[in-house]
C-alpha cells in the first residue's frame, strides 16, 4: 500500500514544492521499485502481488449542491496539493497499462479518528476549544465534505488489496456529508457535555460554540465533496460501520484521553496557526 504523501491542502497553497517532490516523484520512486521487485518474482508470486495506491476524492474537483464523485468522474483539481495526487494517480494507472504491474487506485473522503494531527479541522476544533481560544471557520462554514472514520479506510484498504481487481478504481467515502459549521457546532456540542468550560459565579457552563469565529475563507476552496461508493461495497462487500454518533464521539474522547500525545506537538513547533493564505513561498528544496 503506497500512503505516503504530503496531504494539507492549506500547506500545499504556501509551499506547493514539496508537494510535487513527494507525492509526484515519490510515487514514480515507489512504482519503479514496485516494477522492479515484482518482475524478479517466480509465477505464482506475481500473480498474488497487488500494488495499492491510496488518493483522495479531492482530485475530483468540486460539486455543486446535488451529484456524487464515481470512479468514472473527470479529473479537475483545484489546489497544489490535488493537482499533485492527480499526477500520481495517473502515475499508478499508467505503470498498470505500460508494464502490467497489478495496479489498483482507491480515492477516500476526509478522514478523521485517533492520531491526527492538530492542523486538520477537527483536531483543530478539539483543541481549540480545549485551550479555550477562537475555533476558525473559513468563509460562513458552509462547504460540504464526507467525513470517514480512519478505522473505517483502513477495512476498505484491507478489502480491496484482499478482493480487489487489477486496474481498477475504488471510492471509499463515509456516507457522511456535512457542512463544515454543523460539523464544528457538533464537536463543540460533543465537548460541552464530555468536557464542560468552567462555569463563572455558579451559572451555567457556556458553550464551546461561542468560541467559533469566521475568518477568510481559504483560497480556491473547494464548495462540495460527496463519494458514491457504491461500486466497493456491491463488487468488494465493504461499508463504513461508523457514523457521526460514533465516530465523532469516539475521536472527541480519544483527544481528551490522551494529551500526552498532542501536548507535545503544541509544546513544540506547531502552534494551531492559520496556514494556507494563498502568500507562496519560493525557492523550496
Keep these: 500500500m503506497h500512503l505516503a504523501a504530503e496531504s494539507h491542502v492549506d500547506r500545499s497553497i504556501d509551499g506547493p514544492d514539496i508537494f510535487i517532490h513527494t507525492n509526484v516523484v515519490g510515487t514514480l520512486t515507489m512504482l519503479k521499485e514496485a516494477l522492479r521487485y515484482w518482475q524478479g518474482l517466480d509465477a505464482d508470486a506475481r500473480e498474488a502481488f497487488r500494488f495499492l495506491h491510496v488518493s483522495t476524492d479531492e482530485v475530483y474537483g468540486s460539486l455543486s449542491d446535488d451529484g456524487y464523485f464515481t470512479e468514472q468522474t473527470a479529473y479537475d483539481p483545484h489546489s497544489p496539493y490535488s493537482a499533485s495526487k492527480a499526477a500520481s494517480d495517473h502515475l499508478a494507472r499508467a505503470w498498470f497499462h505500460t508494464y502490467g504491474l497489478p495496479v489498483m487506485v482507491s480515492n477516500c473522503s476526509n478522514n478523521y479518528g485517533p492520531y491526527q494531527f492538530p492542523e486538520k479541522l477537527i483536531p483543530v476544533v478539539i483543541l481549540k476549544c480545549l485551550r479555550e481560544e477562537p475555533i476558525p471557520v473559513y468563509g460562513r462554514g458552509e462547504n460540504v465534505r464526507d467525513w470517514l472514520f480512519v478505522e473505517d479506510h483502513c477495512h476498505a484498504l484491507a478489502t480491496i488489496i484482499d478482493r480487489g481487481s487489477p486496474g481498477e478504481t475504488y471510492n471509499i467515502g463515509g456516507n457522511n456529508e456535512m457542512r463544515n459549521i454543523d460539523l464544528v457546532r457538533l464537536l463543540c456540542q460533543l465537548l460541552d457535555e464530555l468536557s464542560p468550560r468552567p462555569s463563572a459565579g455558579g451559572t451555567s457552563p457556556p458553550s464551546y460554540a461561542d468560541l467559533i469565529t469566521f475568518v477568510a ?10 463519494i458514491d461508493a457504491s461500486k466497493i461495497r456491491r463488487q468488494l462487500g465493504w461499508s463504513p460501520r461508523h457514523d457521526r ?11 481528551l484521553d490522551n494529551q500526552s500525545w498532542w501536548q507535545p506537538i503544541l509544546d513544540g513547533t506547531y502552534r494551531l496557526e492559520r496556514q494556507g493564505t494563498g ?5 523550496e528544496s
Excluded: E
Design 245 to 255: 454518533h460514533t465516530g465523532f464521539r469516539k475521536t472527541v474522547q480519544w483527544y
Design 217 to 226: 475563507d481559504r483560497p480556491g476552496h473547494d464548495w462540495r465533496y460527496a
Design 279 to 283: 502568500l507562496a513561498k519560493g525557492g
